[in-house]
């Protein structure tokens, strides 16, 4: 089974519609992520949590909302859909610092393609 | 502005011929900085990851990577390409004390047969 997964892998829906995307983890990390990613832009982070009760915006997180239901949870919502929101969404996860302090690897699920018309 | 630059939007190669990906940062410091590999309808795969000591670092799938302070690079290397390697590779960096990755825009590279 796939340590990061996300529900669901492809969505088409209207604008203005309410979606919601679902992120799960078994890595038992407590840092996850939302990243939006767009032809020749690369990755934009959308929402990050470092654990339930923490819950930062990223640099592009206008439009969009999350919630961090557990630990292992992670869901990204559009309140309103509008077609610019057209992408591919990753989540992610990482573990805390090591005891070296390092920066830890995060570990992205396979996507989910949105399309708002 | 800080900002991570991944110069060439699409490289074309031959199967068995060297490759080189180009990433450059502009940071302050000496950030944390990382390859990932996407594959067609995949998600990211870290290729290698670079904190500190040796610069020259090693990573899956027989690439390699080696960090330059003098030139803010990290470029992306690999002595003979195979067909599976076609995708989209990614830098990435995070800097000491931030607390997300910050990806370059990516290099999608071809390889031809």
């Known amino acids: 089974d796939a340590d990061v997964t996300q529900t669901p892998r492809n969505r088409i829906t209207k604008t203005g519609k309410r979606i919601m995307l679902e992120c799960s983890q078994t890595?038992?990390?407590?840092?996850m992520y939302w990243y939006r990613q767009d032809p020749g832009l690369g990755l934009r982070l959308i929402y990050y949590?470092?654990?339930?009760?923490?819950?930062n915006k990223g640099e592009i997180s206008d439009g969009y909302s999350v919630s961090r239901q557990a630990q292992a949870k992670f869901s990204l919502s559009l309140e309103s859909a509008i077609p610019n929101q057209t992408a591919l969404y990753f989540c992610?996860?990482?573990?805390?610092?090591?005891?070296?302090?390092?920066?830890?690897?995060?570990?992205f699920g396979p996507g989910t393609r949105l399309t708002v018309l | 502005a800080q900002s991570v630059t991944q110069p060439d939007i699409h490289i074309t190669v031959s199967e068995g011929a060297s490759l080189e990906l180009r990433c450059n940062y502009s940071?302050?410091?000496?950030?944390?900085l990382f390859w990932y590999v996407q594959s067609p309808g995949q998600g990211l795969q870290l290729l290698l990851k670079?904190?500190?000591?040796?610069?020259l670092v090693q990573g899956i799938k027989g690439f390699e990577a080696e960090f330059k302070r003098s030139q803010s690079s990290f470029n992306l290397r690999k002595p003979s390409v195979h067909w599976s390697d076609a995708a989209e590779y990614f830098c990435?960096?995070?800097?000491?004390?931030?607390?997300?990755?910050?990806f370059g825009s990516g290099t999608r590279l071809q390889v031809q047969p």
């Open positions: 992610a996860t990482s573990g805390t610092l090591d005891i070296a302090g390092s920066y830890n690897e995060q570990f």
């Open positions: 890595k038992g990390h407590d840092r």
């Open positions: 949590s470092f654990d339930v009760k923490d819950i």
């Open positions: 940071y302050g410091a000496t950030p944390y």
């Open positions: 670079y904190f500190s000591g040796d610069t």
């Open positions: 990435a960096v995070v800097l000491t004390g931030r607390r997300a990755l910050t």
